[in-house]
Each structure stands twice: as structure tokens, then as C-alpha cells.
């Protein structure tokens, strides 16, 4: 059987990675309109959010959607959940830079409007604000027949836009990262929201289902552990699996303690004869956050909030730029 990656399927990271490098330069240039202004920019583009000044605060800004996740919520006609999908895509990228989530708006474009499956997806959302603990101040609905194709008449698209907020003091940028400090997962609640295209390529449709569990949120966790620990970097495990620790600090990552992977994992990696390299460079492996930290408190936090919070040792901080990922007999490199 041929080899199965994500490129095939139809998503190319590095593509995606090129394309941001050609945007990025000209966006960066807009930064000067706020300089020694209110809103003035704090950091460049490429976190997983950015921040903006606000008197003793830094506002953080994000944007994400659902991605593919939502064919298989058309496929399978079950619209309950694909809302909390959209907060969780946002709000644990906002806890990455340290801040609180506050607010989000959501954008619905849709083939034809259907009542009832937007009461479904809103639903969602409610169920994801309520674990986040955030307002939903305002969204937009589009009713767009000519652009919208998906699977059935039913047909649509969910974005959203997000803010946070942090002191100035307290917020995560990883430049404090130093080799020797600790890396920490959380666990995933299953696929999330990421990898779907390859995902659905070589699952059976009768699996489908497994792959709309909602995404965890973990804004309540961080920020209890914020509150007691320092906490050096933060990363959300999503598109591009564990290179996404790649964007914090100056310093790579030894991971030679992952968990065993959810059976959904292994019936990807099974069906699609999927390497493990892209395994752990498309999906979470059952781990959908990383917290990097001290020894010192990483001992603390395992031992006080390990099993609660589903957080287990992954692995250390190294010299070198790059992922190291031991799985078996076998050692991954990721840059």
C-alpha cells in the first residue's frame, strides 16, 4: 500500500508556512500606523496570537476556524458539538501568549440558510463559551450559494475571531525558555480539530463519528496553573503536530515520553499506512497542549495536578532547534 501523508491528501504545511513568509513582511509594515499610539503592536506576527497595548494590559487577537471537521459534521448531519470546536480552536491558541480569553465573534457563511442546524452549531458555541468563559459579543451570517460547497444542500463554513487579556507582567513568550526546563502535555480529548483531510482520506465513514468529539478547551486549567506557576512557553498542538513547539523560544524539544496514541490515531497510521514522522507532524497523538516550565515547579505541578488535569512529563528542553520525538525503538526529528 502506498504511503498515505498529509500533502497527498490534499494540505501541504510547508506551502501553507511559504505563503504566510510572503504576506507576513507586509502586514508587519501596518505596525508603524499605531506606533506610540494606543494599540500599539507589542510582538511580530507567526505566534499564535498577537498583542496590541492597553495601558497596564496587552489585548491579544486571534483568528481560527474549524477547517474540514465541518464535512464531517455535513456528512454525518450532527451539528451539536462543531461549535465548541470553533471557541477551542481560538481560546487555546489566546492562553498560549498567557491571556485570559474575554470575547469572541463568530462568522457563519452558509449554502442556503437552515434554521435549525444554526440553533445546532449555536448551541455549540454556547457549550464552548460556557467552558472557556467567554461572551460571544456579535458574529456575522452570510447566505453565499455560489461559494459555499460542502457535502448535501446543506452546506457551510464557521469561523472566529477572538480576544484576551493579560497584565504585561504575565505574558508567555518562550524567550525564557532555557535547556533543562521541563515539557508537560495535556491530554486531548481525540483528533480535534486538525489533520481532518488526511483523516477522512483512509477512515471508513462508519468511524466518522469518533472524529466529532469536540475539542478540548483548556483555559481553565492554564490559568490556574498560571496562577501558581511560572509558566515559560505554551503551545496548542494543531495543524503541523509538534513542530508547533517550534515557534517558542530560541531552543529545541527532546519528547521521550509520549503516551500511548488514542486508537483513532492508530487506525489513521494503520488504514492509511501513515509514517510516524507524519504522524507527529500532522496530529496531536493524544496530546492537544504543552506547557513548558521549570523542574522545580513541573514536579509540583504533576504531582498536585496530574491526574485532574490529565498532564504527564513529555520530555526536555535541548540545544538544538528541532523536535525530537523518541516512539519506540524508533527517534523522530521534526524541524
Known sequence: MEEMTYEKAGVSIAREERGIRGIKLLLEKTFKFREGKVGEVFTSLGHYANLITLGDFYVAFTMDGVGSKILVAEELKKYGTIGIDLVAMNVNDLICVGAEPVAMV???????????????????????????????????????????AGIGENCFDLVGAAIGI???????????????????????????????TLARKVLPKNMWVDLLKPTRIYVKEFLELRGKFEILGAAHITGGGFRNLLRLGSYGFYLDNMP?????????????????????????????FCIITSKQDAEKILLEYGERFKIRKLGEVIDEKEVRIKVGDEEIILK
Open 260 to 288: 500511548d496514541p488514542p486508537m483513532i490515531f492508530k487506525k489513521i497510521k494503520e488504514l492509511g499506512n501513515v509514517s510516524n514522522k507524519e504522524m507527529y507532524k500532522t496530529f496531536n497523538m493524544g496530546v492537544g
Open 166 to 196: 493579560v497584565k504585561k507582567e504575565e505574558i508567555v513568550t518562550g524567550e525564557k525558555i532555557r535547556p533543562g526546563d521541563v515539557v508537560l502535555g495535556l491530554a486531548s480529548s481525540g483528533i480535534h480539530s486538525n489533520g481532518l
Open 106 to 148: 463568530d462568522y457563519i457563511a452558509m449554502q442556503k440558510i437552515d434554521e435549525n442546524m444554526m440553533k445546532e452549531i449555536a448551541y455549540g458555541i454556547y457549550e464552548g463559551a460556557k467552558k472557556a468563559g467567554i461572551a460571544i459579543v456579535g458574529g456575522e451570517t452570510a447566505t453565499l450559494p455560489e461559494m459555499i
